[in-house]
């Protein structure tokens, strides 16, 4: 009877996508609630980008990183309390910020049709649109998520280290239902913003006991990030490099400057010595069209992880209800 009961409330789980990886989210899920939603997301980012350039790129590895952990529900917009240290708080927020951005889009949506979107669908929204306007493709992106009530800054140890082999990213992308295509396109996020020192600099000083840099690297562009980051721990707040050489732009330009050595993560140049990846980033450095079709599927497998499609509309993004 019990054992009856538990298969019943497990297939119900299930039929609500609790533990699915593909949940049966719907480009069209607020035209009848919130018919504006889009329109009001994609008026904030554009906005906020006039205003300050970084907001793009900040908002897309906003939505990696919350897809990431725990899936696609908004917990990385939670706040810490004093029980509790939220996500956002964990190891590599460095540059996680633009959190004001869906704030303002939240309240927005929160006047036109209260307690309707969801903070997670935001985020999602967010992350086409500022791909869009960088330059690069757009797609209708799927709704439908609710927000997670649960946001720890240990759990941030599962995003992936800029130090991981080719196998270890390859698993870690395949265990969120990411194949070794998505994780080649979407590492092509890279092609917008900026990394601080301490997320590359061990490759440049001090690499192995017999490389003082990481020999995968152009000697030219050891040098260049040498010099912008002269010491192994001690370069400021603000030094780094950007990623490829059009940060602002959403292009092709990243892989075209891994092909060359001037990956700037261990992980984009170690995809590049590694046979499974390599081909699948000479097409994209290629061919634009490709990577961007390729991207843009990606990014709608990314917003499919660990989707809830029961539980809560935040009021707040920072707030569970
Ligand atoms: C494949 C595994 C990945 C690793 C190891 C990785 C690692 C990193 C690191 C270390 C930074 C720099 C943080 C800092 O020092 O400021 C960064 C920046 C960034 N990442 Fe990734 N990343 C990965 C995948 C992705 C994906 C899938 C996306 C989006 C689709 C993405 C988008 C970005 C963006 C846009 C930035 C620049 C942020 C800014 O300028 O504020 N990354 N990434
Ligand atoms: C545009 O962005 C700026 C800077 O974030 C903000 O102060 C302003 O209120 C925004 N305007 C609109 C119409 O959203
Ligand atoms: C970022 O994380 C570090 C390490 O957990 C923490 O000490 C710091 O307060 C956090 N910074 C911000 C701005 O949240
Ligand atoms: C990748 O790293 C893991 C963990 O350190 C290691 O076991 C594995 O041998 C490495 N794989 C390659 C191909 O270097
Ligand atoms: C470089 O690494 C070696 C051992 O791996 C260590 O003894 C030495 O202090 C390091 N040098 C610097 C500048 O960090």
Same mark, same amino acid.
């Given at each position: ?7 019943i ?5 299930l039929?609500f996508g ?5 949940a049966a989210?719907?480009a069209h899920?607020y035209?009848?609630t $919130?018919?504006?939603?889009?329109f @009001?997301?994609s008026q904030t980012?554009r906005n906020?980008?006039i #205003?300050?350039? !970084?907001?793009?790129a900040r908002?897309?590895?906003?939505f990696?990183?919350d897809? #990431?952990?725990?899936? $696609?529900d908004?917990? @990385?917009l939670?706040? *810490? ?6 996500? &956002?708080?964990?190891?590599p927020?460095i540059s996680?910020?633009?959190f004001?951005? @869906?704030d303002d889009? &939240?309240? !927005?949506? /929160?006047?036109?049709c209260?307690?309707t979107?969801?903070?997670a669908?935001?985020?999602a929204?967010a992350? +086409?649109?500022v791909?869009? @306007?960088?330059?690069g493709p757009n ?5 439908g +998520? &609710?927000?997670? +009530?649960?946001? !720890? ?9 800029p130090f991981l082999?080719a196998s =270890?990213l390859i698993?870690?992308f395949?265990t969120?239902?990411?194949d070794i295509?998505?994780?080649v396109?979407l590492s092509?996020?890279h092609t917008?913003g900026f990394s601080?020192c301490?997320?590359?600099v061990?490759?440049v000083h ?5 490389? /003082?840099?990481?020999p995968?690297? *152009?000697?030219e562009f050891?040098?260049?990030l040498?010099?912008?980051c002269?010491?192994?721990n001690?370069?400021g707040?603000?030094a780094g490099q950007v990623?490829?050489t059009?940060?602002?732009q959403f292009?092709n330009d990243?892989?075209k ?8 993560f261990?992980?984009?140049?170690a995809m590049?010595?590694? =046979?499974?990846t ?6 994209f450095?290629k061919?634009?069209?490709?990577? #961007?079709?390729? #991207?843009a599927?990606s990014?709608i497998k990314?917003?499919n992880v660990?989707?809830? /499609?029961v539980g /809560?509309? +935040?009021?707040n993004?920072?707030?569970?209800n």
């Amino acid at each position: 009877m019990a054992a009856q009961a538990t298969r019943i409330v497990f297939l119900v789980l299930l039929s609500f996508g609790v533990f699915s990886c593909y949940a049966a989210l719907d480009a069209h899920y607020y035209d009848q609630t $919130c018919p504006q939603a889009e329109f @009001i997301v994609s008026q904030t980012i554009r906005n906020a980008s006039i #205003f300050d350039p !970084k907001v793009p790129a900040r908002i897309l590895r906003m939505f990696f990183h919350d897809c #990431f952990v725990r899936g $696609c529900d908004a917990s @990385i917009l939670l706040d *810490s309390t004093p029980e509790n240290k939220a996500e &956002k708080d964990g190891p590599p927020n460095i540059s996680v910020r633009a959190f004001y951005v @869906i704030d303002d889009a &939240k309240a !927005k949506l /929160e006047k036109a049709c209260p307690h309707t979107v969801s903070c997670a669908d935001i985020v999602a929204m967010a992350a +086409r649109n500022v791909v869009t @306007i960088t330059g690069g493709p757009n797609w209708n992106v799927l709704k439908g +998520r &609710k927000d997670g +009530r649960v946001s !720890k800054a240990s759990d941030t140890a599962n995003l992936p280290a800029p130090f991981l082999n080719a196998s =270890q990213l390859i698993q870690t992308f395949a265990t969120r239902g990411l194949d070794i295509k998505d994780l080649v396109a979407l590492s092509g996020g890279h092609t917008l913003g900026f990394s601080h020192c301490s997320s590359f600099v061990a490759r440049v000083h001090n690499f192995s006991t017999i490389h /003082e840099t990481d020999p995968s690297m *152009s000697t030219e562009f050891a040098s260049l990030l040498k010099n912008k980051c002269p010491s192994l721990n001690n370069n400021g707040d603000n030094a780094g490099q950007v990623l490829d050489t059009t940060a602002a732009q959403f292009d092709n330009d990243y892989y075209k400057q891994v092909i060359a050595g001037k990956g700037v993560f261990g992980t984009d140049q170690a995809m590049y010595n590694d =046979q499974r990846t390599r081909p699948i980033i000479e097409s994209f450095a290629k061919d634009q069209n490709l990577f #961007f079709r390729e #991207f843009a599927a990606s990014m709608i497998k990314l917003g499919n992880v660990g989707v809830n /499609e029961v539980g /809560e509309v +935040r009021l707040n993004c920072r707030r569970a209800n």
